[in-house]
């Protein structure tokens, strides 16, 4: 009797255990972020918010010195967000490349806490083999 109260105590543990990190991982791995045409769009643009484009081209500004990175980020349809980073600047940032810039708006700067360069896919479709 104990070693089967045992058993199920053990085995709810476990089970409870392995509900918990397969919500942690689902919840940390899907990320959300606002389109650029849903950032113009939104009502309110208070607070932390993660949005992604394309690297304006001929935007990018870096100060070495004061490690401060500022450039534009667009889509097709809508005007250039400017953003500005303070932190050590990312290797594959070039003009066009996708990013996801994670901060807040002050007035008409996004203050970017993070940014994230999008890698292109290193395969393409050619139709052959």
Do not use: H, N
Request: proline share 3%; net charge negative; hydrophobic share 45%.
């Amino acid at each position: 009797m104990r070693r089967r109260r045992r058993s199920i105590i053990f085995l709810v543990v476990a089970l409870s255990a392995v509900v918990y990190l397969m919500y942690t991982a689902f919840a940390g791995g899907s990320t959300y972020y606002l389109t650029m045409a849903e950032f113009w769009e939104a009502e309110s643009r208070e607070g932390a918010l993660r949005v992604s484009g394309q690297v304006y081209p001929g935007s990018i500004e870096w100060d070495k010195e004061q490690k401060v990175l500022r450039f534009a980020i667009y889509s097709e349809e809508t005007e250039p967000l400017w953003v500005e980073y303070k932190g050590v600047r990312p290797d594959m940032l070039f003009d066009d490349v996708e990013v996801i810039v994670e901060g807040r708006l002050s007035g008409t700067v996004f203050e970017a806490r993070t940014v994230l360069v999008k890698c292109p896919s290193k395969f393409e479709v050619d139709g052959g083999f």
